[in-house]
């Protein structure tokens, strides 16, 4: 049976966060205005880095995020009718986020006052989404 995952992606994309243009839109504001064409073009060129670092090592690390790799699953014995087979593991990609970011993100909880109310989680599993309206979307 299928996991039903906690966010709900379609109540996002219908309040506009899974909007590229916003998300281009809030990158430029974090690099001084700097024009959208301009950001979006360094940002598909880190895409193709991380891209082409996969396909020649199958290891990328981004500095203060975490590191990409290329794992392989591990070969598994799975019931096929009444025979049991030999299921071949695939590859897979996997992000691990690093110690500090992780830290961060899981000790917003502990925090009081305002700050502990911006717990994203809570933002998101808890659907109160609505108090933060998104520019542009009705």
Known sequence: MARKS???IKELAKKGFTNEERFFRLLSEQN?????ETV???YMGLVRLITQEL?????IRLPHLGDFAMLKAKD?????GQYQRLLTGKYLLK????????DYFTGLERKSGIEGKLDPREKILGNTLDEYRVEGVE
């Open 6 to 8: 906690p966010i709900d």
């Open 32 to 36: 001084n205005y700097v024009d959208k």
């Open 40 to 42: 979006k073009d360094f």
């Open 55 to 59: 396909r020649t090592h199958g290891f």
């Open 76 to 80: 598994r014995v799975a019931w096929a």
């Open 95 to 102: 992000f691990f986020a690093s110690e500090k970011w992780r």
